[in-house]
């Protein structure tokens, strides 16, 4: 099951992901708490050139459809960043400097606010401590596993350990400790200074329950939950673009109102308009359901950016609705029925041989390559 989420925030949909497709597998076959010793920038560092430069800069920004799941490249596999995502590939293509702080499992919280990644690990270790030095051996053992990085040494630069005591005692002059070690990611927000130039991001597909969709109608094929989760999803699909209109509201500001944000539609799922389950008796028509939603995020989304061009009288935000038109509309979704046909599809099919839950229902190389050029367009003309 997956762990609690912090107070106020829902369960990751990551975790919730892997957890629910390794069931459904299942079914149809007291501490106080300190800062990490790893450096915490205010800002990711930009992996291309200097400050000087007249070169523009990319930050790239969102979810799982913006940081890579799927493409089989990954710089780490907390949030599975690719250097073959779209966002990279446009960055490459109009000589721009790239900073890459999406994550899988995004939420539009994550823009704003900072996030735990998977769950916490131990970590023990005995120090020297003389006791008459430091009377609060536990306060210096914490201290000299922060400056050792007893947690570990991140892999990102955003990427940050909370050290969390768990237990300790001291025996003369030595203490043993143990820590929880907790990896965090800086909100998203952060990367974004006065030199960013464009921000491309993907987002809201998590906030209105991804991964339950693809578990109740694409894995289970159960028509109640299939439908409840839809039907869910409908409902939380406006306030998640209000939600989505205020994050990227901060993300200009951030920028001193200088940069140009891209926010990105998503493929078709599914290459049928309708299909019903279950296929032996179907009762419910969950291939219509599914695109119908699909549309309605793009309308909400279309509309807000819209929204947030009017506040401003300019045309600093961008809605790119040709995603779909670049994967050949339906052409290259998933096939959804039990025995299915997937040799066009440009999504990883639930339980791929050799591939990460993670990677699930998310674009292989040829998606990814369709997004940036539908990116691209409509970043140059």
């Known amino acids: 099951m997956p762990r609690s989420a912090p107070t106020g925030r829902p369960a990751r ?110 970590k023990s270790a005995t120090y020297s401590i003389d006791p008459a030095r430091h009377p609060d051996q536990k306060t210096e053992w914490l201290r000299r596993a922060q400056n050792e990085r007893l947690c570990g040494v991140p892999s990102q630069p955003d990427f940050s350990y909370t050290y969390t005591f768990v237990a300790g005692v001291g025996v003369g002059g030595l203490y043993t400790g143990t820590v929880s070690c907790q990896l965090v990611a800086r909100p998203q927000v952060d990367a974004v200074t006065p030199d960013t130039d464009y921000v491309f991001v993907t987002i809201g597909g998590n906030d209105i329950g991804f991964s339950t969709i693809v578990v109740d109608c694409l894995t289970l094929r159960d028509p109640s939950s299939c439908k409840q989760a839809l039907d869910a999803a409908t409902a939380k699909a406006p306030e998640m673009v209000d939600r989505t209109k205020a994050a990227l509201r901060a ?101 791929t041989p050799g591939r990460d839950v993670a990677e699930f229902v998310h674009p292989t190389q040829p998606g990814w390559d369709a997004t940036a050029g539908a990116l691209r367009v409509a970043v140059t003309g």
Do not use: M
């Open 13 to 122: 949909p990551a975790a919730a992901l892997v957890a629910a497709l390794a069931t459904a597998a299942a079914l149809t076959a007291g501490a106080a708490t300190a800062p990490s010793a790893a450096a915490s920038p205010t800002a990711a560092p930009s992996a291309g050139a200097p400050s000087n430069t007249t070169a523009p800069h990319v930050v790239q920004l969102g979810d799982s459809y913006s940081a890579g799941n799927g493409t089989g490249s990954y710089e780490e596999r907390s949030c599975y960043r690719s250097p073959d995502n779209y966002g990279s590939q446009v960055a490459a293509s109009i000589g721009a400097s790239y900073t890459d702080v999406a994550c899988s499992g995004g939420v539009v919280a994550d823009i704003l606010e900072p996030r735990e990644l998977g769950d916490p690990s131990t």
């Open 251 to 351: 993300v200009v500001a951030r920028s001193g109102g200088h940069a140009q944000v891209y926010l990105l539609s998503y493929p078709f799922l599914v290459n049928s308009e309708s299909y019903g389950i279950p296929e032996v008796a179907p009762v419910y028509d969950a291939g219509t359901a599914l695109n119908d939603l699909q549309r309605l995020g793009d309308d909400l989304q279309a509309r807000g950016i819209a929204e947030l061009d009017a506040e401003v009288a300019t045309t600093q935000y961008h809605f790119v609705d040709t995603v779909k038109a670049a994967w050949g509309g339906r052409v290259h979704g998933l096939d959804p029925h039990v025995v299915a046909d997937n040799s066009k599809a440009w999504l990883v099919p639930v339980g």
